[in-house]
């Protein structure tokens, strides 16, 4: 089973930033990885994904405001998250990349922006 432990969110007030941080376990970090969200009620969606090489992508909404990185050296991922919307608020979760397996998934870490 692969571990996945993401840290970093909290609340935050429209406008502002965080930086999200996902450590991994095991053979899923060789993969391209991504960042996911689940907003309460609806399914959860892609966000970003970045390749062993660092090739990024995003989804739209978040384009120019969000950055994902990575440290392969310390098997984690991150997603600087800038001009926070409230349309942002939802659990985020770290994984492999939209077209790959992922055996299983992390508790993910809220990111609630409210003023």
Request: with cysteine; charged share 15%; hydrophobic share 30%.
């Amino acid at each position: 089973q692969v571990q996945l432990v993401e840290s970093g969110g909290g609340l935050v007030q429209p406008g502002g930033s965080l930086t999200l941080s996902c450590a991994a376990s095991g053979s899923i970090f060789t993969n391209a990885m991504g960042w996911y969200r689940q907003a309460p009620g609806k399914q959860r969606e892609w966000v970003a994904g970045i390749t062993r090489g660092g090739i990024v992508n995003y989804r739209d909404s978040v384009k120019g405001r969000f950055t994902i990185s990575r440290d392969n050296a310390k098997n984690t991922v991150y997603l600087q998250m800038n001009s926070l919307k409230p349309e942002d608020t939802a659990v985020y979760y770290c994984n492999a990349d939209r077209f790959y397996p992922k055996p299983n998934w992390g508790q993910g870490t809220q990111v609630t922006v409210s003023s």
